[in-house]
Antibody, heavy 121, light 105 residues
């Protein structure tokens, strides 16, 4: 059974860089049938798409976050990483990684349990 | 950018049918997925490609999509179905609706 596990610091200071890792438990992450994404959810609010990375390494980022976001993949360690720079309190959220099924209209068939990141001095 | 609109809340009595709409421009031309998120948990896929149920999702969950509106229907709603529900489509990237809180009372 596929499992995704987010990990990283739970507290980040304003203006610093948030770094999270998503580890995939089963199978290859370099499978053209899937790609990988990051989603966040501020406390008490809805889901926000951050971006995704394809098996080719091509990335897509939400336009409003593009200048601050980097998503990368380490296929040998089966890890997908998220970096978000120059954070503010507005970046406080639970961050999820997810697997997208590569079809005409992709959807997330697996989610991690989420990692709460608080931005505070 | 593409937008999906959901009502903030829907209420239903146990055993009745709950319908949660999701609207967007020409949404019927796209595939829609639905996610259930119980309090404090990760989202779970309950419907994909408008009408398909993943393995393990009860038959009482169904979906439809036509025109500008997709609908998640829960027949014989149970207390355990109380959760937030999000619709999702693809428009060069993932687009989520704002979410609907389903209350079973």
């Amino acid at each position: 059974q596929l499992q995704l596990q987010e990990s990283g610091p739970g507290l980040v200071k304003p203006s610093e860089t948030l770094s999270l890792t998503c580890t995939v438990s089963v199978g290859s992450i370099n499978n053209g049938s899937y790609y990988w994404g990051w989603i966040r959810q501020p406390p008490g609010k809805g889901l926000e798409w951050i971006g995704n990375i394809y098996s080719s390494g091509t990335t897509y980022y939400k336009p409003s976050l593009r200048s601050r976001v980097t998503i990368s993949v380490d296929t040998s360690r089966k890890r997908i990483s998220l970096k978000l720079s120059s954070v503010t309190a507005a970046d406080t959220a639970v961050y999820f990684c997810g697997r997208l099924v590569t079809v005409t209209s992709p959807y997330l068939d697996h989610w991690g349990q989420g990692a709460l990141v608080t931005v505070s001095s | 950018s593409y937008e999906l609109t959901q009502p903030p809340s829907v209420s239903v009595s146990p055993g009745q049918t709950a319908s949660i709409p999701c609207s967007g421009d020409k949404l019927g031309d796209k595939y829609v997925s639905w996610y259930q998120q119980r309090s404090g948990q990760s989202p779970v896929l309950v419907i994909y490609q408008d009408t398909k149920r993943p393995s393990g999702i009860p038959e009482r969950f169904s979906g439809s999509n036509s025109g500008n509106t997709a609908t998640l229907t829960i027949s014989g709603t149970q207390a355990m179905d109380e959760a937030d529900y999000y619709c999702q489509a693809w428009d060069s990237s993932v687009v989520f609706g704002g979410g609907t809180k389903l209350t079973v009372l």
